[in-house]
């Protein structure tokens, strides 16, 4: 059974930086690409971040500059480090990994930025 456990959110001031961590594990199989969901309150759900296995990265035009997706395919581990922090960041962070065309989904992250 593939899990995917999300770490590192909380609540922090604007300007400092946070790092997330997501461990998968349960799979026989590589995941392929993995990335990094918000969802604020009131909004659907939108990718900030993804990174291919060969490590070829996307980002959303809000994050770029500030935010690094980074990957260890020896521990399917995936990070996102975000530095400048603003209120406008603050929502529940998700993971996401693929197998194939099946997507698999952590419980998400809380991060809250205050003004």
């Known amino acids: 059974q593939v899990q995917l456990v999300e770490s590192g959110g909380g609540l922090v001031r604007a300007g400092v930086s946070l790092r997330l961590s997501c461990a998968a594990s349960?799979?026989?199989?590589?995941?392929?690409?993995m990335g990094w969901y918000r969802q604020a309150p009131g909004k659907q759900r939108e990718l900030v971040a993804a990174?291919?296995?060969?490590?070829?990265?996307n980002y959303a035009d809000s994050v770029k500059g500030r935010f690094t997706i980074s990957r260890d395919n020896a521990v399917n581990t995936v990070y996102l480090q975000m530095n400048s922090l603003k209120p406008e960041d603050t929502g529940v962070y998700y993971c996401?990994?693929?197998?194939?065309?099946?997507?698999?989904w952590g419980q998400g992250t809380q991060v809250t930025v205050s003004s």
């Open positions: 996401k990994a693929e197998i194939s065309a099946t997507a698999y």
């Open positions: 349960g799979s026989r199989w590589d995941f392929n690409a």
């Open positions: 990174v291919t296995r060969g490590g070829n990265t």
